[in-house]
């Protein structure tokens, strides 16, 4: 009723209502925001060579995101996304330091990851458990067993092939490596997934109206499964990256990745409600991410008080989500 | 008491009969939900299912479109005995239902909601392999049938949510119309409406009929039973109490019937025919 009135009342209230509906346009005025206080504040952010570095920055987060994205759609959450990855890390370097062939200790290492993908989806789809539940669950036994496994330390990875995601391609002064590139390649065929195929479409569906997607015939604990197990894969492929970004295992990395792949999540318009929301805004929520730290690192300021800013961003952007909602 | 005869109405049974119900029983432990009902929808018409609650309609409903199977009994498609196992059976088979409680995905568009489950794919290498969605086909597919049923609606592509209640009621109406084959069942589709936007979805019933889909219409809505209905199949105890025009009975034949206040033979025999 309210929207049938606009349509007919008023031209310049609706085209404001569809740059509101479109949901990346708030999160690019946020990144531009941000972007402008940061380049007012320090001259030295809008160069070159620091944007080409903000990107490299944003590679792990970015691609944890993905999978994210793809749960939080689903109107799940994964607590695990960073404890997955750092497994895959360290896999990596122990095969690969005690002999193993470094392709097929990178791709053990993704098998464990997906490993865990399908344990956290089983649990989720076939027993119908909390995803919050479950993925905190799996986050504290592999954070134990990671410890176990590391003997507690951090260990060098010196491997060509694994640390090949580092390497630098240039590009008229702009400087990408190929984790960078590998980052983009996966917003790019997920977002495909997600918006032109029937699976995306059940993704929304599922996140949306879980009933009514049962009801039109929808598989729910497959597709639940499938998303659980897809994200998982991303985010081994995700330790492949931070390994190029940091050639070290540490069993105590990425402590920030739930709050930094949320948070980037959020901003970027995915409703923590599932169903509604989408890759680009995420890409855009992780640059916000990964710009606001770098940015507040030029600006000579603790990364605690880095942590504490995104903690409040990420709790704005859900209240904001939650008002847009009320609306409605 | 028994004031139809299940065998002789079974009989009667001939061409013109879509969907048929012979006899059927389901207890649920030591409560009897449907005790020996017979059921008939004949083609081209809107059948209205009414009953006090507990009369055994949903359970009936949920036979039909096989959301639970029957102790006993047998239930006819054209005529063929079939035996659905769950839903998607009965869908497959050209049933789809329509649920009071607007089983719709409201953060997606209209055209996605008609199709939701049922997705198109593009012709080619693009569909087969790489599994794009033909939106646009889908969307051209959703808009035509929505001005065969006259529904009108804002845009195909905006958000169910952006909707009045009556018109998301339209999309999931309008999707069954779409994708039946045999039949349509409404169980209380405008029970959660208000008038003029039950108004809407009953026009959109009617637009049905007139494409020669029968349909089911559950509905606790005497008026808007005694509106659109061709027949009304009354519900009591477990079994059909009764068949009934709207052109030969008031409404308060109807419900004297639903509540055992009247007898019904004679409501039912000059139907039985």
């Known amino acids: 009723m309210n929207s049938a009135s606009a349509l007919a009342s008023?031209?310049?209230?609706t085209i404001a209502k569809r740059l509101i509906a479109t949901p990346s346009v708030g999160p690019l005025l946020v990144l531009l925001a941000f972007g402008v206080i940061f380049s007012l504040t320090n001259p030295r952010f809008l160069a070159t060579q620091n944007l080409s570095i903000i990107l490299q920055q944003t590679v792990i987060i970015g691609t944890l995101a993905i999978g994210q994205t793809l749960i939080i759609l689903t109107a799940g959450i994964d607590l695990a996304v960073g404890a997955i990855c750092v497994l895959g890390t360290i896999l990596a370097g122990k095969l690969a330091n005690s002999g193993y062939d470094p392709v097929l200790a990178m791709a053990l290492a993704v098998l464990a990851c997906t490993a865990a993908g399908v344990a956290a989806g089983s649990l989720i789809a076939?027993?119908?458990?909390?995803?919050?539940i479950v993925t905190l669950g799996i986050l504290g036994i592999i954070?134990?067993?990671l410890r176990l496994i590391s003997a507690g330390g951090a260990f060098p990875v010196t491997d060509a092939f694994l640390g090949w995601t580092g390497s630098t391609i240039r590009l008229n002064g702009f400087i990408l490596t190929y984790g960078v590139i590998i980052m983009l390649l996966l917003y790019g065929v997920v977002w495909f997934l997600l918006n032109q195929t029937q699976w995306g479409r059940h993704v929304?569906?599922?996140?949306?109206?879980?009933?009514?997607a049962r009801l039109v015939g929808i598989p729910v604990g497959r597709l639940l499964l499938s998303v659980y197990v897809l994200a998982a894969f991303i985010y081994g492929i995700a330790a492949w990256l931070a390994l190029g970004r940091i050639p070290n295992a540490d069993p105590n990395a990425l402590q920030t990745a739930n709050l930094d792949s949320i948070t980037a999540v959020v901003i970027g318009g995915t409703s923590l409600f599932g169903g509604r929301g989408g890759l680009i805004g995420t890409l855009i929520g992780a640059l916000i991410v990964g710009v606001l730290r770098n940015g507040?690192?030029?600006?000579?300021?603790?990364?605690?008080w880095q942590d504490l800013i995104t903690g409040i961003l990420v709790i704005v952007a859900v209240a904001l989500d939650q008002l847009t909602r009320g609306r409605r | 008491m028994?004031?139809?005869e299940p065998r002789a109405q079974a009989a009667t049974a001939s061409a013109g009969v879509i969907l048929e119900a012979r006899n059927v029983v389901k207890r649920y432990g030591h409560v009897t939900a449907l005790d020996g009902v017979d059921f008939e929808l004949r083609a081209g018409e809107i059948l209205a299912v009414v009953g006090d609650n507990g009369a055994g309609k949903s359970s009936l409903i949920k036979a039909l479109t096989g959301a639970l199977v029957p102790d006993s009994g047998e239930i006819l498609l054209d005529g063929q005995p079939v035996h659905f196992k769950g839903p998607l059976e009965a869908r497959k088979l050209g049933i789809e239902t329509v649920y009071q409680d607007l089983a719709v995905a409201a953060a997606l568009d209209?055209?996605?909601?008609?199709?939701?489950?049922?997705?198109?794919?593009r012709p080619g290498f693009l569909g087969n392999v790489l599994r794009m969605l033909d939106k646009k086909g889908m969307r051209a597919e959703a808009e035509r049938s929505m001005a065969d049923l006259k529904f009108r609606l804002p845009s195909i592509n905006s958000a169910v949510e952006s909707l009045s209640g009556g018109q998301r009621q339209?999309?999931?109406?309008?999707?069954?119309?779409?994708?039946?084959?045999?039949?349509?069942i409404m169980d209380e589709p405008t029970a959660a409406l208000g008038v003029r936007e039950t108004g809407q979805v009953l026009d959109l019933i009617r637009a049905i009929r007139q494409r020669g889909l029968p349909v089911v219409l559950i509905s606790h809505n005497m008026p808007n039973v005694f509106e659109i209905a061709d027949r009304i199949h009354i519900m009591r105890l477990g079994r059909r109490a009764a068949v009934v025009s709207p052109k030969t009975h008031t409404m308060a034949d109807v419900v004297a019937i639903m509540t055992g206040a009247a007898k019904v033979e004679q409501a039912t025999r000059s139907q039985a025919g």
């Open chain 1, 10 to 13: 008023g031209r310049p209230s």
């Open chain 1, 296 to 304: 507040l690192t030029l600006a000579g300021i603790d990364p605690l």
């Open chain 2, 110 to 121: 209209i055209a996605s909601n008609l199709f939701l489950g049922r997705e198109r794919r």
């Open chain 1, 126 to 132: 076939g027993l119908r458990l909390p995803p919050f």
């Open chain 2, 170 to 184: 339209g999309v999931a109406v309008a999707r069954a119309a779409l994708f039946a084959k045999k039949l349509a």
């Open chain 1, 204 to 212: 929304y569906a599922v996140g949306n109206n879980p009933e009514a």
């Open chain 1, 143 to 145: 954070t134990a067993a």
């Open chain 2, 2 to 4: 028994a004031p139809v």
